[in-house]
């Protein structure tokens, strides 16, 4: 599968990129830049870890089956207007989480509860929006040799969106649990402050969560 | 300590009741209906859990130096007003999830954001309001024997409130973590309707949530 990482040169971005290298997808960085996301598909492909192209963010939609989403929230309007013609159709996997700096380790919610929840309104509703992988560790993601002791919720009101989102977690190496629907973005998205806050007081860098007691 | 547990007659109080009373404290069960509460306080005691008592919910809360509120959303606002002068001063500990039904899987936030921020309202500022225990399946609470795969997230501004509930949810055989400030509720309480959610999705009756890579 072609998948576009929009905000792929950042850490987040870059840890999913050699997961789902090493996975056999082609992986298309998307950054503001189109030359530095050429520049660091180079060096993935040069370290081994697959398959790697680079673009501007628009161009790696439109290239792309499937659109993840890992940017700051400050620049997540502006970048879905950006790539709203690309992801037409497709499925958009939106990690962002909308914080605030600088109080990142409090719950501050958008003025449209969630950002997917405002992704898929900017998007349309012929573009089914994922809220997923808001959770996973980026350093845990980049070293392929980690264990990643942390689930991955995924929402959506699409089920097959929902398919697709659940396939390529598992390429990730982790469980993906179906959270519901994309109003459950809500509790996902406001989970990350939470960890936020654990990191700091626990003395962590990448305290996860694991959902227990489920027969599957 | 002397512990009410205000909607101490329903499912999720019964199962906190049983397990503070085998840590020795004193436990008030509080209901609108005082009868009800001191029967079920007879009946826990005749079992051998401990020092119970029963009466209705302002007299409950009025004894106590901590009061636990597990009651439905739906009779939140009302309880809190019932019981406002008892609990003056005192910490008061919310359970509530702002579910609406027949959607209980799904995130439905209220008004205020969430049922303890509204609770902090109500009481005014003299009165901390700690976030916690929405996640702890009541039917292995009320089984002493049964180990709880859960950790016990606890939100709140007060940080003698947070001691307190922390030595609290220990004295129950859990972890508790700190989840930082009240605001972060919102993501407490949101996460309920996921794991109402994946126990429908996984046939599951007691989803629950641990968080991983801690040092604590």
């Known amino acids: ?42 060096e993935l492909s040069a370290a081994g870890h697959g398959a790697f192209e680079g673009a501007d963010n628009p161009a790696a939609a439109a290239g792309a089956d499937v659109i993840v989403l890992t940017v700051p929230y ?20 939106d990690v ?5 700096p600088p109080k990142v380790s409090r719950v501050q919610l958008p003025a449209g509860r969630a950002a997917a929840l405002e992704a898929q309104e900017l998007v349309g509703p012929g573009t089914p929006v994922v809220a997923a992988l808001h959770h996973v560790s980026s350093s845990h993601l980049a070293d392929p040799s980690h264990p990643v ?50 990191n700091k007081t626990y003395k962590s860098q990448s305290a996860g969560v694991v959902f227990t007691n489920l027969r599957d």
């Open 149 to 198: 002791l942390c689930d991955v919720l995924v929402a959506t009101d699409d089920a097959r969106a929902r398919a697709t989102a659940l396939a390529l977690v598992k390429d990730l190496g982790l469980r993906g649990l179906d959270a519901g629907p994309l109003d459950n973005a809500v509790a996902l998205e406001s989970l990350t402050p939470v960890l936020i806050h654990l």
């Open 1 to 42: 599968m072609r998948i576009a990482i929009v905000g792929g040169t950042g850490k987040e971005g870059g840890g999913l990129a050699v997961r789902w290298g090493r996975a056999g997808h082609t992986v298309i960085l998307g950054s503001r830049d189109g030359e530095r996301a050429r520049a660091r598909a180079g």
């Open 74 to 93: 400050a620049a997540h309007a502006e970048t879905l207007r950006a790539i709203k013609d690309g992801v037409a159709g497709k499925v958009l996997i």
């Open 96 to 100: 962002t989480v909308p914080l605030r």
